[in-house]
């Protein structure tokens, strides 16, 4: 079985939980990274960020060479803003299309799930949802016991 880990993270969070999956299951990882992205500090990143998802803005991303025909399993992972996934998904989304694959979510946030989930699973009809969990602020709190329960839960998954 091939898998992939796509995630973005403005402050680490998402990364932790996606590298913690992606070396529990010797997945391949694929990082979004938007060209120009939203300020890491201060209350200017909920302003910038909010607005993205707000209006469904589609940052451009810095080039990436995936082949997502190889794989059988992807986890999709993105922080919490303004109830959804980041705007670099809205891009991801628009230029490529997974089809018929197992699809395992997760989200990172510092107040609650929010509809990210239903937002993901909007964009990927055609494929099975393995399942989704969610993480309050996993670097802030319990960071060993959080890498435990995504190792549990993803190995539930698949």
């Not at 979510?105 to 989704?132: R, T, V």
Request: proline share 4%; aromatic share 14%; charged share 25%.
């Amino acid at each position: 079985m091939k898998g992939l880990v796509i995630y973005y993270t403005l402050e680490g969070n998402t990364q932790f939980i996606a590298d913690t999956l992606a070396k529990e299951m010797d997945f391949d990882v694929l990082q979004l990274k938007p060209i120009k992205d939203v300020p890491k500090k201060g209350f200017s990143k909920y302003v910038w960020g909010g607005k993205q998802v707000l209006f469904n803005q589609k940052p451009e991303l810095e080039p990436f060479n995936k082949d997502f025909e190889q794989y059988d399993v992807i986890i999709m992972g993105s922080p919490v803003w303004a109830s959804s996934y980041v705007p670099a998904y809205n891009t991801f989304f628009s230029e490529n299309s997974i089809q018929n694959k197992k699809i395992a979510l997760f989200c990172c946030y510092a107040g609650n799930e929010g509809k990210i989930f239903e937002a993901f699973k909007s964009k990927l009809s055609g494929n099975e949802i393995l399942g989704q969990i969610g993480f309050k602020d996993p670097l802030k709190y319990n960071t060993q016991q959080n890498m435990d329960v995504a190792k549990k839960w993803i190995h539930k998954c698949i």
